[in-house]
């Protein structure tokens, strides 16, 4: 079936950098976008990037601009985020997310979700 | 603030029927996508472009969507339905994501 693995949870210092790893199985992986999205303790989703897979082309919503990169291992079928320069306001659950479909809609839903990986930014 | 503006909280009879909305100068012109989440849990995709439903989302949750306001119905709302529901949309630049601030159903 189709899913999303998450990495673990982590525990980073301030000024640190994070990267969390997303595993996809159960089909193409170069066919559906991926996006991130997070959610502070107690706080809604916010919208962090989106990448393509197929050709690793990204667009960053402009709050990460600068401190986030996203990349794509194709041969693991795997894509990652990393956020550097880590504040405590960056602690949060990060979730990486499947576009519904392909193409166009590329930015109409999220239909598979990880699990969900924990960071925690602390001194 | 976010671009996308939803009530913090509504709340439902058992069995009635509830709208839960997004407001957004930019609907008019984008899809919206709707998200259940209940606690610890990741959220789960109810209604995407607007108003289509993912297979196993029961025909009790549909969506809609008229002037700059996109809206969220269940109809019969059961007990499992209360959750937080966050809507989604395109930002004022058309290529990024925004989330709006998340409605709490409670169901009585």
């Known amino acids: 079936q189709v899913q999303l693995v998450q990495s673990g949870a982590e525990v980073k210092k301030p000024g640190a950098s994070a990267k969390v790893s997303c595993k996809s199985s159960?089909?193409?992986?170069?066919?559906?976008?991926m996006h991130w999205v997070r959610q502070a303790p107690g706080q809604g989703l916010e919208w962090m990037g989106i990448?393509?897979?197929?050709?690793?082309?990204?667009t960053y919503a402009q709050k990460f601009q600068g401190r986030v990169s996203m990349t794509r291992d194709t041969s693991t079928s795997t894509v990652y985020v990393d956020l550097s320069s880590l504040r405590s306001e960056d602690t949060a659950v990060y979730f990486c997310?499947?576009?519904?479909?392909?193409?166009?809609?590329?930015?109409?839903?999220?239909?598979?979700w990880g699990q969900g990986t924990m960071v925690i930014v602390s001194s | 603030s976010s671009e996308l503006t939803q009530d913090p909280a509504v709340s439902v009879a058992l069995g009635q029927t509830v709208r839960i909305t997004c407001q957004g100068n930019?609907?008019?012109?984008?899809?919206v996508s709707w998200y259940q989440q209940k606690p610890g849990q990741a959220p789960v995709l109810v209604i995407y472009?607007?108003?289509n439903r993912p297979s196993g989302i029961p025909d009790r949750f549909s969506g809609s969507s008229s002037g700059n306001t996109a809206s969220l119905t269940i109809t019969g709302t059961q007990a499992e339905d209360e959750a937080d529901y966050y809507c989604?949309?395109?930002?004022?630049?058309?290529?990024?994501?925004?989330f709006g601030g998340g409605t709490k159903l409670t169901v009585l």
């Open positions: 997310a499947r576009a519904v479909c392909g193409g166009d809609c590329s930015f109409d839903g999220f239909d598979i």
């Open positions: 159960g089909y193409t992986f170069t066919s559906y976008y």
């Open positions: 990448i393509n897979p197929s050709g690793g082309y990204t």
């Open positions: 930019r609907l008019r012109s984008y899809y």
């Open positions: 472009g607007t108003k």
């Open positions: 989604n949309s395109r930002d004022s630049s058309g290529n990024r994501l925004v």
